[in-house]
C-alpha cells in the first residue's frame, strides 16, 4: 500500500472513505497524484478552486502576506479584512460581514443572527426555523440542525435549534410549517451535496415574499453555488429575490481556510452586537488577504463570462450522455454546477472509473453524479471530460 495512505490510516480518524489516491500538486484544471499521474479536475476540492490551482497573482499575494503579518486577531483591525469585506458586501448587495474559517461556522453565525434578530423582537426562546429536506448545511451542532439528510443528524438530537422540513420547490409543504415561532427560513439557493436541485422560480419568490410579508428571515446558504459558479456572481441574483442573510465560503479563499455569513441592513441593526459573537482567527489577514484577491481575480479575469460563455456547451455534452446511456436518467443545474441523476449505477462506481481514466469528480445524494469544475476551464477541458466519461459509462 502507498505510505502516506498508510500512515494516514494508522494516524487520522477515519470519518472519510478517501479515494486511493494522494494529490501532490496542481496546475491550471489539471492535478497531479503523487505518482505524477495526471487527473482533469472536474471536482474543484469540492467546489473551492474557482479559479484553479497554482494561479501565480493569488499565489503571489498570499506570499507577500505570509511575510507581513498572518494573524492579528480581531481586537485589532487589518486592512484585507476590511478590503475584503467591501468588496464582498458589494458583489452580494449586502450590509455587513463577519469572516468564518469555514461554512460551517459560517451557518452557525446566521442562525444565531437569526434567532438574535427574532428574539430582541419578541422576547420568547421557542423560536423554530424552517429548513429543507435533501439540504446540507454543514457539520457542526448547530448546522446539523437545519441539515435535511437522517444519516447526519441521527445521533445528535436533541438539536440546538428547533427545524421543520420542507420539500424544496414545493411552496405548500413551506407555508404548511409557518407559525408564529418561525424565525427563519433557511435553504441553499441550489441545493449541492443532497443532488443538485435548483431552487425553481416560482418556489423561492414565494418563500421570499413569504418572509416578507411575516418578517421573517430568508437565509441563504450560498457556501457551494455562490460566487459566480452558476452564472451570477451569487445564485440568488438569477430571480427576484434579497436574502437578510446570506453565507458563503468555498470557493472565497480559493482554498485558503475562509467563510462569511453577510447580514443585509435590518438584520445588521437588530441583531448581533459587541460581545455577541467573536472568533479568534476568523477573518485574519491571511485569509482575507487570499480572499480580498480571489474577488479580485474573479472579476478582472472575467470568471462570470466563462462561466456563462461555456454553460452551454458543458449542458449540450452531458446531455448527449443521457442521450446515449439509459443508466442516465437526468441532467440537472445551473452554470458549471451540475448533476447526472443515475438509474441502476452508483455514482460512487462512476467517481472510481473517472479516476482510472483521469478524471475526478464527485457525488450528490444517493445516485447523482455531481461536477464542479474549476470556472476557469475551457471548451477542451469540456471535450476531454466528454471524452473520459464517454469511455466511463460504455464500460
Ligand atoms: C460545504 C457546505 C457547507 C459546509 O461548509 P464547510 O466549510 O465544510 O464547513 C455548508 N453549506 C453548503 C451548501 C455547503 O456546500
Redesign the pocket.
Known sequence: MNKTIEMAEANILHTYNRFQIVLDHGKGTRLYDDGGREYLDFFSG??VYALGHGNTELNDAIKAQVDKLVHCSNLYYNEPAAKAAAKLNTLAGMDKVFFTN????A?EGALKAAIKYAYLKDKRHDHEIIALDHS????TLG?LAVTGKAAYREAYAPFVADARFANMNDLKSVTDLVNDRTCAIIM?TVQ??GGIYPADKEFIEGVYKLCREKDILLIL?E??CGLYRTGQPYAFMHYDVRPDIL?T??ALGNGIPI?AFLLNKKVAEASLVAGDHGTTYGGNPLATAAADKVLELLESTRVLDNVRNLTPYLEEKLDALVAKYPCIKERRGKGFMQGLELDGVAPGEIVNKGIEKGILMLTAGVNVLRLLPPLVITKEDIDRMYEILDEVFAS
Open positions: 469540492i467546489g469555514s461554512g460551517a461556522e451557518i446540507f448545511h454543514g457539520r448546522a441553499e449541492g451535496e446558504d457556501i457551494q453565507t465560503a468555498k467563510g
